[in-house]
Structure formats: C-alpha cells, structure tokens
C-alpha cells in the first residue's frame, strides 16, 4: 500500500460546481498534513495546512479524519482558475520528510 | 525576486554523459531538497540538506550526487544519465527540516535524455 494515496482523477466540473477530494494515508504516526497545488508545468505551491479541526480558508475546506487516516479538500463554487492538479502531502513523526501523493487533477469546465 | 532559482531550466542530453543543476534558495532557509517528479507526475524525494549536512538519501543512484557549498544553494550532479533520469527535477527550501513546514519549490528543471 503507498503511503500517501489519492484518485488520480481527472474530476471534471462545471464552473459554480463543488467538489470533494480525498487522501489516504497508512501511517498512523503521521503529524500534519498539507494540501499543495500545482498548475501544469508550475511548481507544486502551498494551498493550505490542514488542522484536526478542520479549517477553512475562502472558497476551500480542508479536515482531518485520524481515526480513518483521511483528509479531504472541499472546493465550493469552482472557478476555471482552479484547474490544477492538487496534491496532498503528509508528514510522519520521526521522519524527517514529508510525502507526497500523486495528486488529483481538477478540470473545471466554462 | 525569485526566492528559490534553479538553472537551467531545461536540460537536453545524450545517455552517457554528466550533467549538473545548481539551485539556490534566497529566503534564508535551513532545509534544502531535490525531487525527481517522473512522467506520471509522481513526486519523490531524493535529497534534503541541513545545514549543509546530508539528512535524507532516498535510495537514490550513486550517480546523483548533491552538493551543499553553503545553506543558501544545493546542486546536483549526474553521472552517466540513463534514459530513466528523463524528468523535471524540482529543488526545494524550508525554514526548518519539513516538519510542519512550507516547502518552497524551484520552477523545476526539465532534464531529457536521449
């Protein structure tokens, strides 16, 4: 099992849609958790933390389940502008790294 | 001005010969990393520095070699580039070792082997 697993997509939207992402991850020892994004032919570029009381930042949600080692980004009112690929990444206790998924792609759709 | 640099931008070589990326980070980070991101867009660490000082190698080839002159700049050289070394490289800075920090990414470098 990879560390670190996301549907690989492409999710394809309507503009004003919302939609919902997931990413497991097997280590239970993982400490915090990230939701980077990364445009086509970009660098992967923060989004936003992830805090285990769920936190929210404009138009996007990120929580945290520990006890079904998840996490998810909810995008409400989608616009073109957030097409990209979104990638979660994870950090284990102990570990000096953190681990990336393999992203989820995002098309949204005019 | 660009926080995290890297040069070239792309990279088109024959298999066989050796190659260097240099990369530098002007945010005074102490934590520096490469990433190999493959053709299925998978993003893997190779390396992270401390300090200068070697804290991560993710059983990576022994013909990538990093070197640390100082904490603001991570280079990479490649020996004897294999068709599989054919990937955008991505360095990376953070303040500390990664541990609940932001990375800070290079635009990446775009290395073809042919």
């Known amino acids: 099992r990879k560390e670190v697993e996301q549907d690989p997509g492409p999710f394809n939207v309507p503009e004003g849609a919302t939609v919902a992402f997931n990413c497991t991850y097997s280590?239970?020892?993982?400490?915090?958790f990230f939701w980077y994004r990364q445009d086509c032919r970009k660098e992967p570029k923060l989004l936003m933390s992830v805090y285990s009381s769920g936190n929210e930042d404009g138009r996007f949600t990120a929580q945290l389940n520990r006890a079904s080692q998840y996490i998810s980004l909810l995008i409400r009112d989608s616009k073109l502008s957030d097409s990209a690929t979104y990638l979660c990444v994870v950090n284990i206790r102990g570990y000096q790294k953190v681990t990336f998924g393999t992203g989820t792609k995002l098309q949204v759709i005019p | 001005d660009t926080a995290v640099s890297q040069t070239p931008k792309y990279l088109v070589t024959q298999m066989g010969n050796d190659k260097s990326i240099k990369c530098e980070q002007n945010?005074?980070?102490?934590?520096m990393y490469w990433y190999k991101q493959d053709s299925k867009k998978f993003l893997k660490i190779m390396f992270s520095?401390?300090?200068?000082?070697?804290?991560i190698n993710e059983t990576v080839p022994n013909r990538f070699s990093p070197k640390s002159p100082d904490k603001a700049h991570l280079n990479l050289h490649i020996n004897s580039l294999e068709l599989g070394d054919s990937a955008v490289y991505f360095c990376?800075?953070?303040?500390?070792?990664?541990?609940?920090?932001?990375?800070?990414f290079g635009p990446g470098t775009r290395l073809l082997v042919l």
């Open positions: 520095y401390n300090n200068k000082e070697l804290i």
């Open positions: 945010l005074g980070h102490d934590t």
């Open positions: 990376a800075s953070s303040p500390q070792d990664g541990n609940q920090e932001t990375q800070y």
């Open positions: 280590n239970s020892a993982s400490q915090s």
